[in-house]
């Protein structure tokens, strides 16, 4: 299967757009920044590993030619937003802003060179991809308790389900430590599985199913925490 079994490119971009509202929000001045480093370095690593699908994608948008570059800038803000302070604010503002400049179109002065492609672990830490997996299984077992709610929000449940299975694939490769494990691997299949059965309830509009698929998604957060921890 290929990215666009995944998540295509329509719901890519709005990925996209979600992290750079947040973004927005979280870097509007060093108190801000302060309240929500963690979950901004998280969002880096997720715009690094969106950056590096995005280039190998099958289907086209207007910046995937600078997609490397995305990556590259995904990374340094997830690196620069390592603690409190203006400093980190600082440099971890000026990241996301060329992230912003890059996405209308204008390459930021000084820009480095960027490999057309690298492994995800080199440029997506894998516990903040986690913590926007667990953001997605959350709201969803929080959320979703009736099958009314699952229609009335089946649009959202949809992205998550699939940003899930996603990113569940990108830390299943085998750069990541343990990946190559028997367990570690099984855990991962398991999310991806679950993940895609969920997305397959949505569509079915069948609340059975996806509590049942939930489960699935649950059982390997769990299991693989208990054994690996969060990151």
């Known amino acids: 299967m290929g990215w666009n079994d995944f998540l295509p490119m329509e719901s890519l971009l709005s990925e996209v757009k ?16 302060n309240g929500n480093y963690k979950d901004i370095a998280a969002d880096g690593a997720v715009v690094a590993a ?6 190998e994608h099958s289907e086209d948008i207007k910046w995937k030619a600078n997609a490397p570059l995305i990556r590259e800038y995904g990374y340094e803000m997830s690196q620069a937003s390592s603690g409190l302070g203006k400093d980190n604010f600082e440099k971890t503002k000026a990241a996301f802003e060329k992230i912003e400049s890059v996405l209308s179109g204008s390459i930021p002065p000084g820009a ?34 009736v099958e009314a709610k699952l229609k009335a ?28 494990e028997a367990d570690y691997h099984g855990f991962a299949e398991a999310l991806i599985d679950g993940a895609r059965e969920t997305a397959t309830a949505v569509k079915d509009q069948s609340f059975k199913k996806f509590t049942d698929s939930m489960n699935k998604v649950n059982k390997s957060c769990d299991q693989c925490h208990a054994n690996y921890g969060n990151g």
């Open 112 to 145: 480095p060179a960027a490999a057309p492609k690298r492994p995800f672990s080199e440029v997506a830490d894998r516990g903040g991809l986690m913590k926007r997996i667990e953001k997605a299984r959350n709201y969803m077992r929080d959320n979703i308790n």
């Open 50 to 55: 969106i950056a590096e699908i995005a280039c």
């Open 153 to 180: 929000e089946a649009d959202s449940v949809l992205h998550e389900a699939m940003i899930i299975s996603t990113l569940g694939k990108v830390v299943s490769f085998e750069d990541y430590s343990s990946a190559d």
């Open 18 to 33: 979600k992290v750079q509202n947040r973004l927005k929000a979280s870097l509007q001045n060093a108190g801000t920044y």
